[in-house]
């Protein structure tokens, strides 16, 4: 079965720092994406950053960038100077398409900023 | 662009007492879910439908029925409500269900059973 897990119930990081957000996934299927989310303290769900299984560089977007490591089945958020408004939960899933394309969560990282 | 609206946003029930949260989105996708989030474990899929007219089974579906007779609208009932189903429960969809394809989700429901 696929699982996601997220070993750092909660991190700190000082304003302008960056920080490394960790998951590891376990899957059996050779194609597979992955995924990164933020949950704010508003509650909504915020979509950040896709990893697909195949793609052969690391995928960024602005200040996010994945650190994927096939090998180790890790795919690590990388928030590089972080922001006050970077504060929040978030998760790391993969999409499981044989299952309705079903996206399994890890438990999440709460991340806090400090000023 | 609404995209993906939960109604309501917030609701306190009884034990035993029945209700419905209603999913509707305006983009066409064939693919809906339905996730609660409890504290430490992330989101967990209760059921989800494929198209219209059908549903399945998710991770946790006990205690909840879930209906899509049209396919913007994924409704998710509660026939007998229990102080284990007090959780936040988001609506979620997509066009595909391909690997690479981005889920869109509602604001979510925070719902309370005293």
């Known amino acids: 079965a696929q699982k996601i897990t997220q070993t750092q119930p909660g991190m700190f990081v000082q304003e302008k720092e960056a920080v490394t957000l960790d998951c590891t996934y376990d899957?059996?299927?050779?194609?597979?994406?992955l995924f990164w989310y933020k949950q704010p303290s508003s509650g909504e769900m915020i979509f950040l950053i896709y990893?697909?299984?195949?793609?052969?560089q690391n995928a960024t977007e602005g200040r996010y960038s994945l650190n994927f490591q096939k090998a180790r089945k890790s795919a690590n958020l990388v928030i590089s100077a972080s922001q006050l408004g970077d504060s929040a939960m978030y998760f790391c899933a993969m999409r499981d398409v044989n299952q309705g394309g079903k996206l399994i969560f890890g438990q999440g990282t709460e991340l806090s900023v400090k000023p | 662009n609404a995209g993906v609206t939960q109604t309501p946003k917030f609701r306190v029930l009884k034990t035993g007492q029945s209700m419905t949260l209603l999913c509707a989105q305006d983009?066409?996708?064939?693919?809906m879910y339905w996730y609660r989030q409890d504290p430490g474990m992330g989101l967990r899929l209760i059921h989800y439908s494929v198209g219209e007219g059908t549903t399945a089974k998710g991770e946790v579906p006990d205690g909840y029925n879930v209906s899509r007779l049209k396919k913007q609208n994924f409704l998710l009932g509660l026939e007998s409500a229990a102080p284990s189903q007090t959780s936040v429960y988001f609506c979620a969809s997509n066009l595909g269900s391909t690997m690479n394809t981005e889920a869109f989700f509602g604001q979510g429901t925070r719902l309370t059973v005293v």
């Open positions: 990893q697909g299984s195949y793609d052969q």
């Open positions: 899957t059996s299927d050779p194609s597979y994406g």
């Open positions: 983009m066409n996708h064939e693919y």
